[in-house]
């Protein structure tokens, strides 16, 4: 039964769209690409306005440049010669090397800091 229901629709629906005068059909052509037109054009909706993203992604670079200037946040400085102790014994053996190594270390800081 739902069939020839569904079929009889379809049947009067085809012959409807046969008996449609060509002004009729031109309307219908232009709503229909008029209506396509928009959809290509708009912009993808976000829960979130462009511009919003970017002042806070803005807001939170300068928070962070602030901050670090605030606080002054420098990193641990450790003597390279200690390093270069521990990661290669053999430099043990060479007090003459490890004194040149120690005053150019100093002679770079004293260097970064009449920079400052």
Known sequence: MPNSIESQAK????NSLEQLDTSIEHQLAAIRHQALHQATN????????RNTVVSA?????VALLIA???FNIEPIKQS???????Q??????DPELIAQLEF??????EHEQALL
Do not use: C
Not at 88 to 93: D, I, R, W
């Open 104 to 109: 150019l270390y100093w002679l770079a800081e």
């Open 80 to 86: 390279p010669p200690l390093v270069m102790q521990y």
């Open 88 to 93: 290669q014994p053999e430099l043990h053996e």
């Open 68 to 70: 670090s200037y605030l």
């Open 11 to 14: 049947v009067s629906l085809d």
């Open 42 to 49: 708009r912009e993808p909706s976000s829960w979130l306005p």
């Open 57 to 61: 992604f803005s807001l939170a670079a």
